[in-house]
């Protein structure tokens, strides 16, 4: 299944954010599981704070990934079985 803009999920259906990308490499990875198990997925760039020791703090940009609420558990099961475990979210969001 392909990307799909995040307004192609409808309004009535619910969506789940189930992954936050630091990299792009990383997200590539996540966009080559989804479409390996075919998940619809959309993609929208979000801002994240990290803290790196005491001194060293900002804020970037990340991809967020969701899907819908439905396949939320089965994809992040497939995310972590792959090795991306630390961009694993669990909270859902309705638009």
Not at 12 to 18: A, C
Not at 46 to 73: D, N
Request: glycine share 6%.
């Amino acid at each position: 299944m392909p990307r799909v803009d995040f307004d192609d999920f409808g309004e009535e259906e619910e969506v789940s954010r189930i992954y936050l990308a630091w990299r792009l490499a990383e997200a590539k990875e996540v966009e080559k599981i989804l479409s390996a198990n075919g998940i619809e997925y959309a993609v929208e760039v979000e801002p994240y704070v990290t803290t790196f020791a005491i001194f060293f703090s900002g804020e970037y940009r990340g991809a967020a990934f969701y899907v819908l609420c439905a396949q939320a558990e089965f994809c992040r099961r497939a995310l972590s079985e792959s090795g991306l475990k630390y961009g694993i979210l669990d909270d859902s969001v309705e638009e």
